[in-house]
């Protein structure tokens, strides 16, 4: 069974440019998550969608970030226009459900540095 | 608030010496907890899910156990391999769909032969 992927690996940037990440999640899995991992720390939620809805979107900084499953197997997430701050490893990760306590597989992120 | 705390940060062993990582959570109510092993460069791969006190589950050199305000996850005879960063994980017991994962910071483990 083939893992998460994501693409791309590796992005580096300047402030105020835009930037995209696309995420396909594990075949059959209904839900697609895109966390944030800081250097040091433990990655945290920014969406999770349910086939192409959105289920929490709680810590998604709306007035730069955006993210659509449009059929709901593929993502892409964006970020427009990035500050120095969002130099992080964003993660993609899909479950076969929601709303229990699932296994969230990961993908192997896209390490991004704003400059 | 929702709160994971990891201990130690970071943990030096010999190859063979066993010992145990810590995982203190606070939530209202714990839907599970889980394990997950990450390398560099990679994203984090799962290792065990926790459901209520008293659960213990196995895999190879590792065994997680749960009670109700803290997991421990021991390694017996570690080996060189297992050297990566351990991340814990709680997901909260709330109605609705989401699925939403607070970890903590992790505890980076070196093993030397």
């Known amino acids: 069974e083939a893992g998460v992927a994501q693409s791309p690996r590796y992005k580096i940037i300047e402030k105020r440019q835009s930037v995209a990440f696309w995420c396909n999640p594990i075949s059959g899995h209904a839900t697609l998550y895109w966390y944030q991992q800081i250097l040091g720390q433990g990655p945290k939620l920014l969406i999770q969608f349910q086939n192409n809805g959105v289920v929490d979107d709680s810590q998604l900084p709306k007035d730069r970030f955006s993210a659509e499953r449009l059929k709901g197997v593929d993502s892409t997430l964006k970020i427009q226009p990035a500050k120095l701050e969002d130099s992080a490893v964003y993660l993609c990760a899909s479950s076969r459900t929601s709303g229990g306590a699932s296994e969230q597989y990961f993908g192997p992120g896209t390490r991004l540095t704003v400059t | 608030e929702d709160q994971v705390t990891q201990s130690p940060e970071a943990l030096r062993l010999q190859e063979g010496e066993s010992s145990s990582l810590n995982c203190s959570y606070t939530?209202?109510?714990?839907?599970?907890l889980f394990w997950y092993r990450q390398d560099p460069g990679k994203g984090p791969e799962f290792l065990f899910t926790?459901?209520?006190a008293g659960e213990e589950k196995e895999k190879e050199r590792l065994k997680a156990t749960l009670t109700k305000k803290e997991s421990f996850l021991h390694i017996t005879a570690p080996k060189p391999e297992d050297s990566a960063t351990y991340l814990c994980a709680v997901q909260e017991l709330r109605g609705g769909a989401t699925n939403k994962l607070i970890f903590g910071t992790g505890t980076l483990l070196a093993v030397q032969p």
């Open positions: 926790l459901y209520s």
């Open positions: 939530v209202s109510g714990l839907r599970g």
